[in-house]
C-alpha cells in the first residue's frame, strides 16, 4: 500500500472558477487521489462567476502536496500582496513533486519566486508579462519545465489536468478520463486563441492593453519585492 | 432600458460539477445577465468533485428563469423522487424563453415532462435511455428542439453555452466570449467520444452496461410516475 496522491489546490477570492474547476473535474478521476482546496479559512470563498466555493482545508491543515495546482483569474494578482499566501505556496512548492498552474495562476507561482529561468505560459493576454518575473514565456497550451507545469488560459485547464494524468499514472487513465467527461469538443468557431482566424483583433489588442495597464504595475512591484 | 437577463441555473447535491461550472463561466460574461444557482435551501452543496457550492437563491426566491438551465450527474437522477425539484423545474420552464440542460441534465427535463416527442442530447452512455421517456435520443455535442437545447457529456457544456451565446446576443458576442476563456481546444488524445478511435471500447461497454444497470429502474420508476 502507498499513501494516496495529494494535490493540494488553491483557492482564492475573485478565482477565474473553470481554470479550478476544470482541472478538478479531472482529478475527481485519478486513482486513489485526495484533493484538497485550500485557503487562509473555510468560510466560502467567491468566484468571478456568481457563486462561491468551500474550501475543505486550511494553510495550516493542508497537507504536504504531491500535486501544488494554482488556478488564475483577477483574485491571482492580488495575491502579489499576501505574504501568506505566498509563503503557503512556496512551502508547498519545496516539498511537492509538481508545482502546477492554469492562466494566470503562473503569476502567483512566479511572485512566490518560483519560475525564474523557467519556461512556463498563462492566459494569452498576460503571457508577455511573465518575462518581467524572469521567466521565458511560452505561447503553448501546456508548457513543462521539470517539475513545473503550466497551462495557458482557462479551458486549457482541461488539456493541463489530462496531460497530468499521463504524467502521474498512464495514458489509458487519461484516455478513459476523457471519454468519461466527453472531452471531443467542438468549438462553434475557430476564435479561441489570438492567432485563430476568427479572433477578434480588436479585442485581442484592447483586452492585451487593459490587462498590461491594470496588471504591471503590480508586477512590477511584485518582482521588486522577490529582488 | 430591458431588464437583465434571467439564467436560473439548477444546483444539487452530487452534481457533475462542470456540467455547471464550465458553462457558468460563460454565462458570467453574459452582457447584462444575471445568474442564479437554485436549490432548496442556502447551504453549501455537495458536488461529485469534494468541494461543494453555495447556492445564491433559493426554489421560493429564484425569480423566473428567462433560461433554465440543468446540470447533471448522478445527483440528476436522484432529482425523479424529489416532487418539489421536478415541480420547480415544470412552473419555472413553462414561463422561461428557452429550457437547457448539459449532460444527464435532460434526464432531469425528461422526469419533469418536458422532453416528450422531442429531441434531446445527453451524457454518451445514458443517452440511449432518454428514448424510455419518450425523447429521441440525438448523438451531437448540443441539440436544439424549439425551445429545449441540450447538450451532451461535461465539458459539452462549453460548446452548448457558447451556442447559447449566439442564441441570446450574436457571434460576435460568442466569439469574444471564446476568446477570453481561451477556448482553442488541444485534447491530448481523440478519446473523448465512444466512436473515436483512441477510446477504449472496452471501458465503453462497462460503462453503458453499469450506468443501464443502475439507472434503468430509475428512469423505468420516472416514466411510470409521468403517465
Redo the contacts between chains.
Keep these: 500500500m502507498t499513501a494516496p496522491l495529494q494535490i493540494v489546490a488553491l483557492l482564492f477570492p475573485n478565482v ?3 481554470d479550478l ?2 482541472p ?2 479531472v ?2 478521476r485519478f486513482p486513489d487521489a485526495q ?1 484538497h ?1 485550500v485557503w487562509k479559512d473555510q468560510n ?1 470563498v467567491p468566484t ?9 482545508s486550511t494553510f495550516q491543515e493542508a497537507p504536504q502536496a504531491d500535486v501544488l495546482f494554482v488556478p488564475g483569474g483577477a483574485g491571482a494578482f492580488e495575491l502579489f500582496e499576501d505574504d501568506a499566501a505566498l509563503s503557503f505556496i512556496a512551502e508547498q512548492a519545496a516539498g511537492a513533486r509538481l508545482i502546477t498552474s492554469v ?1 494566470t495562476g503562473s503569476f502567483t507561482l512566479a511572485a512566490a519566486g518560483l519560475l525564474g529561468g523557467k519556461r512556463a505560459t498563462s ?2 493576454a498576460s503571457l508577455h508579462m511573465l518575462e518581467d518575473f524572469g521567466a521565458e514565456p511560452v505561447r503553448e ?2 508548457v513543462r519545465d521539470g517539475r513545473i507545469i503550466t497551462g ?5 485547464g ?2 493541463f489536468a ?2 497530468l494524468a ?1 504524467e502521474l499514472y498512464d ?2 487513465v ?3 478520463i ?12 475557430d ?4 492567432s ?1 482566424p ?3 483583433q480588436q ?2 489588442k484592447e ?1 492585451i492593453a487593459s490587462v498590461t495597464e491594470h496588471r504591471s504595475p503590480m508586477v512590477a512591484r511584485a518582482v521588486q519585492r522577490l529582488r
Tied chains: 1, 2.
Excluded: K, M, N
Design positions: 477565474t472558477q473553470l474547476t476544470g478538478a473535474q482529478f475527481a484533493v482546496f466560502p468571478d462567476s456568481g457563486f462561491s466555493i468551500v474550501p475543505t492562466c492566459h494569452w497550451r501546456v495557458a488560459g482557462v479551458t486549457s482541461i488539456d489530462l496531460t499521463v495514458e489509458s487519461a484516455r478513459e476523457q471519454l468519461y467527461i466527453e472531452y471531443d469538443p467542438a468549438p462553434p468557431f476564435a479561441g486563441s489570438p485563430r476568427e479572433a477578434d479585442a485581442v483586452r
